[in-house]
């Protein structure tokens, strides 16, 4: 059974940084792409980032993308993002996610996963 387990969510300043984590389980890791999005209540779920099998590719929303870094230890099945220069806007649950069957590059859409987190609470205040 795959289980992605998300943590390092809080409340931050804006400006201010936090990472998350996401630490999978059965499913080898290194094998797939993964990819966080996140969503606020009524409105649809957004890509952030992703990332390939070895970490080699990277690509993030444009909402994101110089503030974001999303990275991955194969080894220890873990993949992260760094946020930094948080925004008010960037409030929202975040989930990781991982792909399904590749298609094409970059998954972006969220049918592109297969199996989710549960997701970790960002909350950037002024």
């Known amino acids: 059974q795959v289980q992605l387990v998300e943590s390092g969510g809080g409340v931050v300043q804006a400006g201010g940084s936090l990472r998350l984590s996401c630490t999978a389980s059965?499913?080898?890791?290194?094998?797939?792409?993964m990819g966080w999005f996140r969503q606020v209540p009524g409105k649809e779920r957004e890509f952030v980032a992703t990332i390939a099998r070895a970490g080699g590719l990277t690509h993030y929303a444009d909402s994101v993308k110089g503030r974001f870094t999303i990275s991955r230890d194969n080894d220890k099945n873990t993949m992260f993002i760094q946020m930094n220069t948080l925004k008010p806007e960037d409030t929202a649950m975040y989930y990781c996610?991982?792909?399904?069957?590749?298609?094409?590059?970059?998954?972006?859409?969220?049918?592109?996963?297969?199996?989710w987190g549960r997701g970790t609470q960002v909350t950037v205040v002024t």
């Open positions: 996610a991982t792909e399904g069957p590749a298609t094409s590059w970059p998954p972006f859409r969220a049918s592109e996963y297969d199996y």
């Open positions: 059965g499913r080898t890791f290194g094998r797939y792409n």
